[in-house]
C-alpha cells in the first residue's frame, strides 16, 4: 500500500523567505501526487497536483512542485513566502487500484511578518 | 453556497452515545469520503463510497458506521463514543478523478 512521509512537521519562516517542505511517497508504480492546504479555519483545499509529464508542476498562489521519481519525492517549493501562506500543508498520493488518497502527516508552517 | 457542507460543525458529547455527523454535497460527485484529522497523524480515512451501493471501509473504520442516503448524503454514525474519537472530521467528495478531492468545513467532535 501507499504510504506518504512528510519529515517537516513546523516550520518557521520570516516573509520573503524561500520555502521548501519535504515529500516522499513509498509506491515505485506510476503515481499521482498532490499538495493540499489548510488554511487556519478553513478546509483542505488543493495546491497543485502531478499526473504525468512535466516533472514541474505550478499551483495557485505561487506554489510549484517537483516530481523526481528516482528520489520518490514530491517537494513543494516557493520563492518567497507571505504571512498568508501560514497554513498546514498536506501531501497526498493516490492509492493506485482502490481510488483513494493516502496523506501524509502534515507540515504547520508559520510565517512571521 | 458551498459545494459540500457538513453538520454540525461543533459538537460535544459524553463517552457512550450515539451521534451522527452529516455531509451533503452539491457537485453531483458519486465518490464521498469521510476523514478524521488529528495533530500529529494527517488526514486517515474512515469510510468511503463510490455510489450508493457501494461502500468501503478505510484504515481506521473501527468504531464507525456509515450510511449513504443518496448521491449527495453521506453520513457518519459513532455508535458509542470515546474519548479517543475525539478529532476534526472532514467529508470530501471526487468526480470522475477520484484523487482530486473537494473537502468540507468539517465538524469538531469532543468526546468528554
Known amino acids: 500500500a501507499q504510504s506518504v512521509s512528510q519529515h517537516n512537521h513546523h516550520v518557521i519562516l520570516s516573509e520573503a523567505a524561500s520555502l521548501e517542505l519535504g515529500c516522499n511517497y513509498s509506491?515505485?508504480?506510476?503515481?499521482?501526487l498532490f499538495w493540499y492546504v489548510q488554511y487556519p479555519g478553513q478546509h483542505l483545499q488543493l495546491l497543485l497536483k502531478y499526473f504525468s509529464g512535466d516533472p514541474l508542476v505550478k499551483g495557485i498562489k505561487g506554489f510549484e512542485a517537483e516530481f523526481i521519481k528516482s528520489k520518490f519525492s514530491f517537494n513543494l517549493r516557493k520563492p518567497s513566502v507571505q504571512w498568508s501562506d501560514t497554513a498546514e500543508y498536506f501531501c497526498?498520493?493516490?492509492?493506485?487500484?482502490?481510488?483513494?488518497?493516502?496523506f501524509g502527516t502534515g507540515t504547520r508552517l508559520l510565517v512571521s511578518p | 453556497d458551498a459545494d459540500v457542507t457538513q453538520t454540525p460543525r461543533n459538537r460535544i458529547t459524553k463517552t457512550g452515545k450515539r451521534i451522527m455527523l452529516e455531509c451533503s454535497q452539491t457537485?453531483?460527485?458519486?465518490?464521498m469520503y469521510w476523514y478524521r484529522q488529528d495533530p500529529g497523524l494527517g488526514l486517515r480515512l474512515i469510510y468511503y463510497s463510490f455510489d450508493v451501493k457501494d461502500i468501503n471501509k478505510g484504515e481506521i473504520s473501527d468504531g464507525y458506521s456509515v450510511s449513504r442516503q443518496a448521491q449527495a448524503k453521506f453520513s457518519l454514525s459513532l455508535e458509542s463514543a470515546i474519548p479517543n474519537q475525539t478529532a476534526l472530521y472532514f467529508c470530501a467528495t471526487a468526480g470522475a478523478d477520484a484523487y482530486e478531492q473537494y473537502f468540507g468545513p468539517g465538524t469538531r467532535l469532543t468526546v468528554t
Open positions: 497526498a498520493a493516490g492509492d493506485t487500484g482502490f481510488q483513494k488518497l493516502v
Open positions: 509506491y515505485g508504480g506510476t503515481v499521482n
Open positions: 457537485k453531483g460527485h458519486d465518490r
